[in-house]
């Protein structure tokens, strides 16, 4: 039997079949059908590290109820700058997918997308405060327009009643977001992906991406079948690194520019999942409360409706930990193996900057069965210790990059990038994530085919009604394509 692709050029190779690639390669075949696109999957399905349901929490992130992306400043105001930006590019996200289900390309959007209520939820007089000055600044937006607050413990109950139920005397208070969703970018990936398996795209399972050499036009990409031992290599005109953690060794091994001065520090994590659909059924809405002192942004506790398979579920974490590995799947070698002469000074510097956050995750990973629970009690106080089992989610590795001023900083978002010459890209880092596929590869596409990106702008038009607008400046197309968009992907619509 065949393992190894047998096709010996491509105009793009898209290395990982995560969400990022199977969003590239669904832009890219909608606008260039004629493109001869192969894509490589280390492991036997696509959509099983980052993208798999269980290995993130599934908010369709939205900056509704995330209250790290509005940080308060120290005069004690709130910038709904970046909240507003994550929002727009969600709102890009969901033109998409309702563009592909209005073709047909996705045949079923209840399989993967589900309204569920966003909220955050404080304890404390600090907190209480914090979040209403959150809510002033953002509620005036149009696209924010729809939140709710209340210090009513009553209205609350009413919204989300277990973290309610046995809770004692104190000021709480939470805002909530009824058309907030919950998306299994693990299904949603692989419905992207049989619809480009369906059009031609060459989809390779079991298959590793073990190097990268650039070549005349291009890159000649070495694969090896992880199961046959056998190898190959295709040449490509445009590679797309999209391979999570994985991504940087790759990058590394690419020789390009850009990717000197780069590391990667990997933070895993567990969360608490209960399939009593008992309790499941009784709470309707992800939860979101405050980070702890010196934990990472994507340590914010919350307690989360999951629908997956069709089940409904709850989650709570996440419990931040630490592990080598860059993938899930990957090799306690990795995060050593990353160490380069280019980027060991703006590591030893994060290490050195960090160590709060190093201590965190100490603490962290001793945490006992109990105290797991205990942290879970205090969104949901009557939380019985029987009927949570203990998950592992996917690594996130986060960006280590040069700083002029500290010699290397720690970054929590997501990054870009390209070649000078647009041969080869690739996307480093964690949150939002998957939730902004959708606009993180529009940026992506533009810097890497700037003399194609203009003749595509109609067709992407056309795709996303919104594309290239602030809707948040425009509330009547906002308030429009909230209703299509919601119309399309099966959801209920907003109630201005």
């Known amino acids: 039997m065949t393992f190894i692709s047998t096709t010996r050029s491509a105009d793009v190779v898209l290395v990982g079949g995560g969400i990022m690639s199977a969003t590239l390669g669904a832009f890219l075949k909608?606008?260039?059908?004629?493109?001869?696109?192969?894509?490589?999957?280390?492991?036997?399905?696509?959509?099983?590290?980052?993208?798999?349901?269980?290995?993130?929490?599934?908010?369709?992130?939205?900056?509704?109820?995330?209250?790290?992306?509005?940080?308060?400043?120290?005069?004690?105001?709130?910038?709904?700058?970046?909240?507003?930006?994550i929002n727009e590019g969600f709102q890009l996200s969901r033109q998409f997918w309702s563009h592909?289900?209005?073709?047909?390309?996705?045949?079923?959007?209840?399989?993967?997308?589900?309204?569920?209520?966003?909220?955050?939820?404080?304890?404390?007089?600090?907190?209480?405060?914090?979040?209403?000055?959150?809510?002033?600044?953002?509620?005036?937006?149009?696209?924010?327009?729809?939140?709710?607050?209340s210090e009513d413990p009553a209205q609350i109950a009413a919204w989300a009643p277990l973290i309610m139920e046995g809770r004692g005397a104190g000021r709480v208070a939470a805002t909530r977001v009824a058309e907030g969703t919950d998306v299994d970018f693990g299904q949603l990936t692989r419905e992207l992906v049989h619809f480009l398996a369906g059009n031609g795209v060459e989809v390779n399972y079991g298959t590793d991406v073990s190097g990268l050499e650039r070549a005349r036009g291009g890159w000649n990409v070495s694969t090896r079948h992880k199961a046959s031992g056998e190898r190959?290599?295709?040449?490509?005109?445009?590679?797309?690194?999209?391979?999570?953690?994985?991504?940087?060794?790759?990058?590394?091994?690419?020789?390009?520019a850009e990717s000197k001065g780069y590391g990667g520090f990997p933070v895993s994590g567990q969360f608490l999942r209960s399939t009593d659909e008992s309790v499941a059924l009784?709470?309707?809405?992800?939860?979101?409360?405050?980070?702890?002192?010196?934990?990472?942004?994507?340590?914010?506790?919350?307690?989360?409706?999951?629908?997956?398979?069709?089940?409904?579920?709850?989650?709570?974490?996440?419990?931040?930990?630490?592990?080598?590995?860059?993938?899930k799947n990957g090799s306690l070698w990795d995060l050593p193996l990353s160490i380069r002469p280019g980027n060991i000074i703006p590591m030893l510097a994060v290490a050195k900057?960090?160590?709060?956050?190093?201590?965190?995750?100490?603490?962290?990973?001793?945490?006992?069965?109990?105290?797991?629970?205990?942290?879970?009690?205090?969104?949901?106080?009557?939380?019985?210790?029987?009927?949570?089992?203990?998950?592992?989610?996917?690594?996130?590795?986060?960006?280590?990059?040069?700083d002029q001023a500290k010699g290397g900083v720690l970054q929590f978002g997501t990054e870009?990038?390209?070649?000078?010459?647009?041969?080869?890209?690739?996307?480093?880092?964690?949150?939002?994530?998957?939730?902004?596929?959708?606009?993180?590869?529009?940026?992506?596409?533009?810097?890497?085919?700037?003399?194609?990106?203009?003749?595509?702008?109609?067709?992407?038009?056309?795709?996303?009604?919104?594309?290239?607008?602030?809707?948040?400046?425009?509330?009547?197309?906002?308030?429009e394509i909230a209703a299509s968009t919601s119309a399309a992907l099966g959801l209920a619509a907003p109630a201005h």
């Open 30 to 85: 909608k606008l260039e059908p004629s493109w001869n696109i192969v894509l490589f999957e280390r492991l036997d399905e696509v959509g099983l590290e980052s993208s798999d349901p269980w290995n993130n929490a599934g908010t369709g992130h939205s900056a509704y109820c995330e209250l790290n992306y509005t940080p308060q400043a120290k005069d004690g105001s709130v910038n709904p700058a970046k909240a507003l930006g």
């Open 100 to 149: 592909l289900v209005g073709d047909g390309s996705i045949s079923d959007p209840s399989g993967f997308i589900h309204n569920v209520p966003h909220m955050s939820f404080v304890i404390g007089d600090a907190h209480a405060d914090f979040l209403r000055t959150r809510y002033e600044a953002l509620h005036p937006n149009p696209l924010f327009s729809t939140m709710e607050y």
């Open 232 to 256: 190959g290599s295709i040449h490509a005109k445009f590679v797309f690194v999209g391979a999570g953690g994985g991504a940087l060794h790759l990058l590394q091994d690419s020789g390009i």
């Open 282 to 327: 009784r709470h309707d809405a992800k939860v979101y409360g405050q980070a702890s002192v010196g934990a990472p942004p994507m340590s914010v506790p919350h307690l989360d409706t999951r629908y997956v398979n069709g089940k409904r579920s709850l989650l709570f974490g996440p419990y931040a930990g630490f592990s080598t590995n860059f993938l």
């Open 353 to 402: 900057d960090n160590m709060d956050l190093t201590a965190y995750l100490v603490k962290e990973v001793a945490k006992g069965h109990e105290k797991k629970i205990e942290a879970l009690r205090e969104y949901y106080p009557d939380a019985s210790a029987e009927g949570w089992e203990l998950i592992t989610a996917g690594q996130r590795v986060q960006i280590i990059k040069k």
């Open 416 to 479: 870009v990038i390209t070649s000078r010459d647009g041969s080869i890209g690739a996307l480093l880092g964690a949150s939002p994530g998957a939730s902004t596929a959708v606009p993180i590869m529009l940026e992506l596409m533009q810097r890497a085919f700037p003399k194609n990106f203009k003749g595509w702008e109609p067709k992407l038009s056309e795709m996303m009604p919104g594309y290239g607008i602030k809707l948040n400046d425009h509330p009547d197309l906002a308030a």
